[in-house]
């Protein structure tokens, strides 16, 4: 089994609908991450977590939430999804340096 | 802004040459580190270099870090097809999170 998982893989919705993307991982790490990527571009930290009471605002926070549930469990949600938050969206952990990264979920706002 | 900034963006060689991915940087860093994104899918991590030190090798792959000149590259000898996937650096500055750069597209033609 993955070690770091993401639900759902794939999502269609529409503008104001309200999203929520989960991972899950099995590694026992402390540290999560969550990440958006758009065509062409690099990864773009949304929100981070050092541990379940630690919850970080990353460089594009603005019309995201997130909720750490467990050590295992990191959520994002999109309160009222628009169209320009249509992209990749992965999610990873870390223990030290490295990060480990989930399969990604594709997300489409029409 | 981009902490780290990929160059070339594409590149495109045989099977069997060597490729070369170069990254620049702004700030101070702790460590840069190369993962590979394979088409869609989440990143891999591949190499991790720290501030002090100025080569590294894993296996095919060769990286420098010159921090005076605020620059890393990432080699791959013998290319083969299976390289063929997105690269990019990404830099730790101590500040809790990963910057990533937007990536070196390389394609191996058999």
């Known amino acids: 089994d993955a070690d770091v998982t993401q639900t759902p893989r794939n999502r269609i919705t529409k503008t104001g609908k309200r999203i929520m993307l989960e991972c899950s991982q099995t590694?026992?790490?402390?540290?999560m991450y969550w990440y958006r990527q758009d065509p062409g571009l690099g990864l773009r930290l949304i929100y981070y977590s050092f541990d379940v009471k630690d919850i970080n605002k990353g460089e594009i926070s603005d019309g995201y939430s997130v909720s750490r549930q467990a050590q295992a469990k990191f959520s994002l949600s999109l309160e009222s999804a628009i169209p320009n938050q249509t992209a990749l969206y992965f999610c990873?952990?870390?223990?030290?340096?490295?990060?480990?990264f989930g399969p990604g979920t594709r997300l489409t706002v029409l | 802004s981009q902490q780290g900034e990929e160059d070339p963006q594409a590149l495109s060689i045989q099977e069997g040459e060597n490729a070369t991915m170069n990254c620049s940087y702004k700030?101070?860093?702790?460590?840069l580190q190369w993962y590979r994104q394979n088409s869609g899918r989440g990143l891999v991590h591949l190499i991790l270099i720290r501030s002090n030190e100025r080569e590294k090798h894993s296996g095919r792959l060769r990286v420098t870090l010159d921090t005076s000149k605020k620059s890393s590259s990432l080699l791959i000898t013998a290319s083969r097809a299976a390289d063929t996937a997105s690269y990019f650096c990404?830099?730790?500055?101590?500040?809790?999170?990963?910057?990533f750069g937007s990536g070196t597209r390389l394609q191996v033609q058999p």
């Open positions: 990873a952990t870390s223990a030290g340096d490295t990060q480990y």
């Open positions: 990404a830099t730790d500055t101590g500040r809790r999170a990963l910057t």
């Open positions: 590694k026992g790490h402390d540290r």
């Open positions: 700030t101070s860093i702790n460590n």
